[in-house]
């Protein structure tokens, strides 16, 4: 006689062992439906389509990439409830994104969007602190440990996490040989990172700092932590040009024809993992992320919608900041004509225009006099071309 039973519904059949917990097929289908209805409700989050849209609030442009996100993260919450089924024969595995673009084409923009449209926690870090264990610097596992205080310590809600790491390209190796003796800020640290992208158990400490003997150390699961890495990858359309003028030069009919359909501006499009292993990331590391994407460099017509354009933008800001001094700013197009002209100088893309905007700004903020205070400020050229020539 069977004197077990499902401790949910207390039925005797189709019960499955997990841990000397019982429980029934039935209740395991009830709970994965109600967590995945959970998080649909709480997000909003319905299809790839969805995400997109609330991506596109924000972000200009980078249309395929935000498709490469919406449907990555979107798999990330399917497979955290196909997985928690005990019952499934096969176990989907997880994976992660490299995301390569020049500084303020919008990499941390996108992965600072994603934070805001997840139920689940979400960390950003900077590669360029990390070193390898033992030396002066932050652990890898310290990433580990921002993420467990995210989530306020709950470990099984940090396991189910998101980490992206900018500034990725800064941990290439030093030189296409393989070092006997150690690069602490390059190789060592992409070392480093390789049980963390897998399905490892790390135990970390529960603040950031210095690891003592005595200290009690956290054991973090990695298996369904999903992580996204973005960086600039200077240099790497070189590369990428090297290698395709090779191949053409070697005659291949297929290469020919591909090299006179080549978009000279938008060379990132033909990128492959040898590439990579070409700037310095190591073949391990380029194993454990399987998506690889990119960011086209921002045209004129980007950076004009960056500043009006998403929910969010520069202008946007600035008028409600001074509406808050009873100041009504009138926006001309020719204002926006020349802050975008002098950010293509700076080539900083959308980080120019903040630049540019900040000055701008400040100078008429500092200028708000209570006693005489202007209802209504025009921008246009001419007031930018002056307020410019004061601050140079």
Do not use: W
Request: charged share 30%; glycine share 4%; with cysteine.
């Amino acid at each position: 006689m069977n004197n077990n039973y499902c401790f949910v519904c207390k039925e005797k059949n189709k019960l499955i062992n997990y841990k000397n917990i019982y429980i029934c097929n039935n209740c395991i289908k009830n709970i994965n439906n109600k967590y995945y209805n959970n998080i649909s409700k709480k997000n909003n989050i319905n299809y790839p389509k969805y995400i997109n849209r609330i991506l596109d609030k924000y972000v200009i442009g980078q249309n395929y990439t935000k498709k490469v996100l919406s449907v990555t993260i979107y798999n990330h919450y399917k497979r955290l409830i196909y997985n928690y089924d005990l019952n499934k024969n096969i176990e989907i595995e997880k994976s992660n994104i490299l995301m390569i673009g020049k500084s303020g084409t919008g990499k941390t923009l996108l992965a600072k969007t994603i934070s805001k449209i997840l139920n689940l926690p979400f960390v950003i870090v900077d590669a360029t602190v990390f070193t390898e264990a033992g030396y002066v610097g932050e652990d890898v596992e310290s990433i580990l440990t921002r993420l467990l205080q995210v989530s306020n310590y709950n470990i099984k809600l940090a396991e189910k996490g998101i980490v992206y790491i900018d500034e990725f390209d800064k941990l290439s190796r030093k030189s296409k040989n393989p070092s006997i003796t150690r690069d602490v800020s390059g190789e060592g640290v992409q070392q480093s990172l390789l049980k963390l992208f897998e399905d490892s158990t790390v135990y970390i400490s529960p603040f950031i700092g210095r690891k003592h003997p005595e200290q009690n150390m956290i054991p973090i699961k990695t298996k369904n932590i999903l992580f996204i890495v973005g960086g600039s990858f200077e240099g790497i359309e070189k590369i990428i040009n090297y290698r395709i003028k090779k191949s053409y030069e070697i005659g291949y009919d297929s290469i020919i024809k591909r090299k006179k359909n080549i978009n000279k501006k938008k060379v990132l499009k033909y990128i492959t993992t040898k590439d990579l292993q070409e700037f310095g990331i190591i073949p391990e590391i380029l194993g454990r992320l399987p998506i690889i994407t990119y960011l086209n460099n921002l045209t004129k017509e980007d950076l004009k919608e960056i500043l009006i354009k998403p929910k969010n933008s520069l202008i946007k800001q600035y008028i409600e900041l001074l509406k808050l001094d009873n100041i009504k700013i009138i926006i001309k197009n020719s204002f926006i004509d020349i802050i975008v002209k002098k950010a293509i100088k700076l080539g900083l893309g959308a980080r120019g225009l903040k630049s540019i905007c900040e000055k701008i700004f400040k100078e008429i903020t500092y200028n708000i006099d209570k006693k005489k205070k202007p209802k209504i400020i025009i921008m246009n050229k001419k007031k930018v071309e002056n307020i410019l020539k004061k601050n140079e």
